[in-house]
């Protein structure tokens, strides 16, 4: 499975961007989808899950109610959709996709393909 990540760019605090990865292959609706991020300097920390069928989601505490994680199985995608966006979101953006988890996957061991990553940065 290759991943690509794409849609990130420079935003001013309080502004939004929409995160999309694109899944190669025949079974995507087979993974769990994560996305995760990485500060200069420190660990890369999960962000957000969506399971197979796309009707269960789970956020960091960081992001909940601002962002979203989607999906479209027909597409071979599952999007980031950010909102209010502040400084401390400044990290590169990581989606990966998970073949065994179960209806959810919070801890980077348990993803088995990664994207190569798109930079988000949040001016204050």
């Known amino acids: 499975v290759q991943l690509q990540a794409s849609g990130g760019g420079l935003v001013q605090a309080g502004g939004s961007l929409r995160l999309s990865c694109a899944a190669s292959?025949?079974?995507?609706?087979?993974?769990?989808m994560g996305w995760f991020r990485q500060a200069p300097g420190k660990e890369r920390e999960f962000v957000a899950v969506?399971?197979?069928?796309?009707?269960?989601?789970y956020y960091a505490d960081s992001v909940k109610a601002r962002f979203t994680i989607s999906r479209d199985n027909a597409k071979n995608t599952v999007y980031l959709q950010m909102n209010s966006l502040k400084p401390e979101d400044t990290a590169v953006y990581y989606c990966?996709?998970?073949?065994?988890?179960?209806?959810?996957?919070?801890?980077?061991?348990?993803?088995?393909?990664w994207g190569q990553g798109t930079q988000v940065t949040v001016s204050s």
């Open positions: 292959g025949r079974t995507f609706n087979s993974y769990v």
């Open positions: 990966a996709a998970a073949v065994t988890a179960g209806i959810a996957a919070l801890e980077r061991y348990e993803y088995d393909y």
């Open positions: 969506i399971n197979r069928g796309g009707d269960y989601t």
